[in-house]
Antibody
Framework: QLQLQESGPGLVKPSETLSLTCTVS??????????WTWIRQPAGKGLEWIGH???????NYNPNLMSRVTISLDTSENRFSLNLTSLTATDTAVYYC?????????WGQGTLVTVSS | DIQMTQSPSSLSASIGDRVTITCRAS??????LAWYQQKPGKVPELLIY???TLQSGVPSRFSGSGSGTDFVLTISSLQPEDVATYYC?????????FGQGTKVDIK
């Protein structure tokens, strides 16, 4: 069974860069036709799609975050990553990684990231 | 970009009631629409994809309908374990967008 696990710092300072990793087990990120996706959710609020990277390497990003976001694949480690630059308090949220073909059928447990000095 | 609007934003219903949640796209998206359930403090889970296809393991009291711009999630007989926030998501083309959510609780 596919499992995804987010990892990264729980606390980041304003203006710094957030780097999160999603490690995939139970399946290879190199095979199939899947979108490896990042979503976030501020406390008490709804889900926001950040972006995804397709198995072949094509990326798409939320237009509201596009200037600050990079998503990449590391096939040697079977994981994918999120980089988000120029952080502010509004980036504080639970960050989820997920996999799907459009719909998202497998999710990680989420990791809370707080942006604060 | 296409916007996804859910209604209502919240509802209270009795056990056994039929519950309907609507999701409207600002432009047509075919049937590229998914529904998720997020129980309090939990990870979202896929309920329905392609507008009406039930994900494996999801109880049959859940159903989806619609295409184009208007979609509906129906719970035929509300159960206590259905207390959750429900989200629609479009995936016809990027950017993928979620609705703002509908919180369902028991009256």
């Amino acid at each position: 069974q596919l499992q995804l696990q987010e990892s990264g710092p729980g606390l980041v300072k304003p203006s710094e860069t957030l780097s999160l990793t999603c490690t995939v087990s139970g399946g290879s990120i190199s095979y199939g036709s899947f979108y490896w996706t990042w979503i976030r959710q501020p406390a008490g609020k709804g889900l926001e799609w950040i972006g995804h990277i397709y198995t072949g390497g094509t990326t798409n990003y939320n237009p509201n975050l596009m200037s600050r976001v990079t998503i990449s694949l590391d096939t040697s480690e079977n994981r994918f990553s999120l980089n988000l630059t120029s952080l502010t308090a509004t980036d504080t949220a639970v960050y989820y990684c997920a996999r799907g073909t459009g719909d998202l059928d497998s999710w990680g447990q989420g990791t809370l990231v707080t942006v604060s000095s | 970009d296409i916007q996804m609007t859910q209604s209502p934003s919240s509802l209270s219903a009795s056990i056994g009631d039929r519950v309907t949640i609507t999701c409207r796209a600002s432009q047509g998206i075919g049937n590229y629409l998914a529904w998720y359930q997020q129980k309090p403090g939990k990870v979202p889970e896929l309920l329905i994809y392609a507008a009406f296809t039930l994900q494996s393991g999801v109880p049959s009291r859940f159903s989806g309908s619609g295409s184009g711009t208007d979609f509906v999630l129906t719970i035929s007989s509300l159960q206590p374990e259905d207390v959750a926030t429900y989200y629609c998501q479009k995936y016809d083309s990027p950017p993928w967008t979620f609705g703002q959510g509908t919180k369902v609780d028991i009256k």
